[in-house]
C-alpha cells in the first residue's frame, strides 16, 4: 500500500535512488582511493560572515592537503530567508580572498562540477525521488496537522509534563493514519507535508562522533522531522543529507552551531542507508568584552562581515593569514620561516583547531596585515591600493577621501609612488588601504592648508615665539636645500631663540633655554602637517611642494594669530 502513496505523491517522478548512485558515482583519487570531499554550504539569508570565510579557507586547505574536492553549495531551499545579492557577494568574496572551488557556484545561477546542480534550489527533483523511496518504505508519511493541530499538542505536552516532546513517537498523529486514510485524505486535496518517521525514543541516548570533539553522548533523534515543506522543497535537515551523499562528500566541515542537529543528520544518513562523513565542527570566531568571551556578532561588530575587511582595505592575505593565525596556533612560527609563501602552503592541521573558539584580536590583524604591506614593493603597493579604490563597496565610509584620491591617482601615479618611500621606508603604520589617506591626510589631502589645527597646549603657551619661528622659519627656507642644510637651518633658528640645538643640553642646563631643537622642530612639523609624530618632514615638504608647505605654515601663524 505504501508503494502506491509513494506514486499518488510523486507521480511524476520516474527516477529513483538506484539511478541517482548510478549518475553520481562514488569518488575515486588518482590513486585508485575513496577520494577526499568536503563542501562549503552556505545559506543566501544575508551578508557574509567572516567566520564563513574562516570555514570556507579551512575547507579549502584541507581538501588540499588530502587531495580533495572543494564545493561551493548554495542551500537556497528557505526561499522565505533567501536575499537577492548574497550569491553574487559569496561568489565575489571568494574571488576577492582567492579562496578557489573545484565544484559548484560559480555566479549566481550557474555552476561547474559533475555533481550538481549546486543549487539546491534546482535539486527539487532529485529530494522527491529520495523522499519518495523513504515513502515507498514506510520510513516516511503525510502529515496533515494544521498549526493549530501542533500548537494543541504542544499545550496538552505541556500540561502533562509529557515525556515525549514535539511531533514525535505516539504523539505523532499522522504517523498513525491508514493507508486508506492517508489516501482519501490526499484525493480530497487536504494539504500536507512529509515527515520523516524516526526510529528513535526520548528516553535512548548513543555516542556520535565529532572530528574535534571525539566522542559525544547524546539523547538520540525522536522528532518526526519535516523532510518535505508545503511549498514542495526540502527542509534543511534532509537537504544536506541527500546532497552531501549524492555530493560524496566525505568531511562535512562546519559550524559548530550543527552539532545539536548531529542526531537528527546521522538518523537521516542511516535511514537512508548512508554511509556517514566524517562530521568536524568549528567553534566560532569569539570577541572578548571585559572579562567574557561572545560570538562575533553581525549586529555589534562591524569586523563580523566579511565585506567589512574589503572595504576598510586590508590587504587580503593578511586576513587570510590572520584566520590561520587564529586556526592553528603554530602558524605564527611558520610564517616567521616562510615568509614569502601563500597561506595554502601553511601544513594546517585541522585537528589542532581550538574547540574553545578562536578569539578574534585587532591588534594581532593589524600587526599581521603592516608586515605584510611592510613588505609589498612600491609596484605592489600601487596596484593593490588603485584596486581597493576602484573596487565599488556598499557602504562606503571613506567615500570622499577614495574619490579624492582616485582623482588624484589616475593623474599623478608617480607621484603617488614618490610618496610611498616617506612612510613605506622603515615604518610599519598602514595595515590596510585606508590607512593612506587617514593616517597622512598631511600628504594626500589636496585642502590641507583649509583644515583648522588644533593646537597642543603648550603652542598656545609658546604662542609668540612660535609665530616668530615660524616667520623665521619661512624666510630663511630655501627648497634647493637638502635635508641636512634644511635641518641645519632650524638649528640656527633654535639657537637664535635660545633654544638648545642639541636636546642634551637642554635635558642637563633646562634652566638655561627655552626648550630645545625638538620643540622647534615639532613647531615646523606641525604647521605642516598638524602632527606632532609624522615620517621624515623634509622629504614630505619635498613631496608637497615649497608653495603648498608656505601656504599652510602661513595658515598656522593666521590661526595662532587669532587665539
Ligand atoms: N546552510 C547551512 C548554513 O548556512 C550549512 C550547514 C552545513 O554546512 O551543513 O549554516
Redesign the pocket.
Known sequence: MSRDLAEVIFPEITKTVADYEEEYPRRIDVQGKPQCCV?????P?GFLHIG?IY?ALINRLFADQNNGVFILRI?DTDQKRSITGTVEEIVSAFDLFNIKIDEGAISSDSCMGEYGPYFQSKRKHIYEAFAKELLRRGDAYPCFCSSEDLEQLRQRQMNEKSPVIGYAEADAACRHLTSEEQLARIERGDEYIIRLRSRGSHDQTRVFTDGLRGELEMPVNNQDIVIIKADGLPT?HFA?SVD?HLMRTSH????D??VSSLPI?VELFEIQGFELPEFIHLSPIMKQEGNSRRKLSKRLDPEARASYYIEVGYPLPAVKDYLMNIANSNFEDWRRDNQDVPVESFPFDIYKTSISGALFDFYKLENIAKKIVGNMTEDEIITAYSEWLQTDLDTDENRNSRESMRQWLAEHTKDFGRSISIWHEGRLDVAKWSDVYENYPYLYDRSFSERMPVFPEDFIEQKTDVIAILETYLESYDHSDDNSAWFGKVREIATKFNYAAKPKDYKKNPDLYKGSIVHVSSYVRFAVTHALNTPDLHSMIQFMGEEEMRQRVEATISALRDL
Open positions: 563542501r562549503f554550504a552556505p545559506s539569508t564563513a570555514t542551500e534543511y544536506h552531501d562535512v566541515i562546519r559550524a552551531e550543527w543528520h
